[in-house]
């Protein structure tokens, strides 16, 4: 009973303590003078910020409206339908009707190269393997034997430029794919390409949206005006992780925005390695790009405007990276002038702001001048994989290999890593081994050979266990290859690709595909199989409107894009080069053998 006596004692000496501190929490005043001052001298920090932001505002000229912001062609990329369902309800029994019309935009794909070689056969086999429309070659046959690297620079992108102008076979809403010849390996199919750029497209303009807003629009005729999204995404191109050099203080490399990749992607020495291996992805690469061929005849008018007043051997890749770092010069000028200079400061503070680089850039703009072309770069890679810095960055794996999809990103040193996934546009796509429908009873060009022909089967074989380059960085698996880095890893890399072991077998698939009813409807009604309604698979179209087979331009490179030893291209069992006529039956390259026969 003691030790309980003295327990309460303990606790009565602690009522006046507690209750000294309940009667000074209810009696407790604040230090009023100097709470008065810190609150007076926030609420006026805050009035002396909104004062100079409206009075900046005030000042300030919509640079949206000075230098013409709003795009000439309202239609958004991302809305266009380039591939159209097929009509279940015709059997290859059945007439096409007359009256069938494709009304969706085509896709061409631009080669700039004057002649074959290795690097750009290799760019074009992969091309068809992968079901593309036949390339269109820049230039072809055009070589200036000593014409300087600039002459030759500019003659290919006059070239570029006039055919996505004068060409009767390009419209203003046809989806354009330009590459550099030499150096680009394909590895998914078109249907890939498209839908991804335009789900890109969605997904960075609404970020513009919420970045920039929206601007009034007057009507001439009272009407209320129209409300247009200032800023959009209509044109992606490679992302590098080295900007032009020599324009290390040019817009350009300084004010484009961050990537979009994490900040600690590569780890804590991100964006910070001397080396640069472990820079994100950021700046603009020539060397692949896609969008609207209205859009390139806009941004190619431009290149070669800026070309002629800066005569460098690299014209174009200079003139490019001018472009897009005055449109976001532009950009966010604008931004500052709407802007709320609290929102900034306390934006600022946090370390969220998204606001671009523009402090202690000089840079002249010319009022009038067009500067805003849509021009955005794939950071994550989902489109072009530019290998420049980036030789590690990849790996080709079988994604139902459960162990190495698990760990690929933790041996990568992936921050917060997870199990990579096929990605959902690749399973969706059809068996890339499925032979085309009566494939052994065609008697049309190449006929089919047991031994030539032969795929593996596709019930063994799908996207889901075929070698895929896939970044682990960013969980992307690039529709193409740019192989801007070490030319020695170019012929390791062909013989990497999935498709490399059957080349020539899917090669003379996809010629063959050409002349079957699928092919045909497809093309009536605008379908994915036939995204070019010049026909001629097989070969190549140039800008001059001539035809050419691929054995004509890639003679002698069958080694390097086979490594198969069966023989030249279209002559493996010694027999000519047989006519090629596209979906209509009209004849495109060589004679009929009735009218040989006469001759």
């Given amino acids: 009973m003691a030790s309980s006596s003295t327990s309460f004692s303990q606790f009565d000496e602690a009522k006046p303590s507690a209750t000294t501190l309940l009667w000074q929490a209810a009696h407790y005043r604040p230090r009023t003078h100097r709470t008065k001052a810190i609150a007076f001298s926030v609420l006026s920090f805050l009035l002396l910020l ?3 932001s409206s009075s900046r505002h005030q000042h300030e000229p ?27 309800d015709i059997s290859v029994n059945d007439t096409l009707p007359h009256d069938l019309e494709k009304t969706n935009p085509h896709l ?9 070689s290795r690097g750009a056969c290799r760019t074009m086999t992969s091309a068809m393997i992968l079901g593309y429309p036949p390339p269109t070659l820049i230039g072809y046959g055009h070589e200036k034997p000593g014409a300087t690297e600039l002459e030759r620079t500019v003659e290919r992108i006059t070239r570029v430029r006039d055919y996505l102008k004068n060409s009767r076979m390009v419209k203003d809403r046809d989806f354009v794919l330009l590459v550099d010849a030499q150096d680009v390996f394909f590895q998914l199919p078109p249907r890939v390409l498209v839908e991804r750029f335009q ?11 919420k970045k920039y807003g929206y601007a009034k629009v007057e009507k001439a005729n009272g009407a209320p005006p129209d409300l247009v999204q200032k800023y959009t995404q209509r044109v992606l191109f490679g992302a590098s992780k080295v900007c032009y050099s020599a324009l290390d203080s040019d817009p350009g490399c300084v004010s484009v925005p961050e990537s979009s990749l994490p900040p600690d992607v590569y780890g804590w020495k991100t964006d910070v390695h001397p080396d640069g291996h472990l820079t994100r992805p950021r700046w603009l690469n020539p060397g692949a790009v896609v969008g609207q061929a209205a859009d390139l005849r806009l941004i190619y008018d431009e290149v070669l405007r800026v070309m002629e007043l800066r005569h460098k051997k690299h014209g174009d890749y ?3 990276t001018q472009i897009f770092g005055r449109q976001e010069v532009v950009r966010e000028l604008e931004r500052l002038r709407t802007v709320s200079g609290v929102k900034e400061w306390f934006y600022g503070m946090l370390g969220i702001s998204d606001a671009g680089k523009i402090d202690g850039i000089s840079v002249r703009l010319e009022s009038g001048h067009r500067y805003e072309y849509g021009i955005g770069v794939d950071y994550e ?14 790996e080709w794996i079988k994604f139902n290999n459960i162990t190495k999809t698990s760990l690929l990103q933790g041996q990568f040193g992936v921050p917060r890593e997870h199990r990579l996934l096929l990605p959902e546009d690749i399973a969706a796509l059809p068996n890339p081994f499925n032979q085309t429908r009566f494939a052994r009873e065609q008697t049309t060009a190449p006929a089919y050979n047991t031994t030539l022909d032969k795929l593996p089967n596709p019930k063994e074989h799908s996207w889901n266990n075929i070698p895929l380059m896939t970044n682990p960085h960013s969980a992307s698996v690039p529709v193409l290859v740019h192989l801007n880095g070490d030319p020695k890893l170019r012929n390791t890399w062909w013989e990497k690709m999935w498709f490399f072991p059957w080349a020539r077998a899917l090669l003379r698939r996809y010629v063959r595909s050409a002349h079957d009813f699928d092919a045909a409807q497809s093309a009536l009604l605008g379908g994915q199989d036939w995204w070019d309604m010049r026909g001629g698979r097989g070969g190549l179209w140039t800008d001059d409107k001539n035809w050419v087979t691929l054995s004509e331009v890639c003679e002698g490179q069958e080694r390097d894009l086979f490594d198969d030893d069966l023989g030249p291209w279209a002559k493996e069992n010694g027999d000519p080069e047989v006519p090629i006529y596209n979906q209509f039956g009209n004849l495109i390259k060589g004679k009929e053998r009735e009218e040989d026969e006469y001759l």
């Fill in 50 to 52: 909104w004062m100079i």
């Fill in 381 to 394: 890679s989902h489109l072009f994989f530019n290998q420049i810095l980036s030789r590690n960055d990849v």
């Fill in 199 to 209: 789900d890109l497209l969605r997904k960075n303009n609404q970020k513009l949206e």
């Fill in 318 to 320: 200079q003139a490019l």
């Fill in 62 to 88: 919509d640079f949206w409206a000075k230098f013409p912001s709003r795009h000439p062609f309202p239609e958004r990329p991302e809305d266009a339908q380039v591939a159209l369902p097929r009509k279940s």
């Fill in 108 to 116: 061409h794909v631009l080669v700039p190269t004057v002649k074959g």
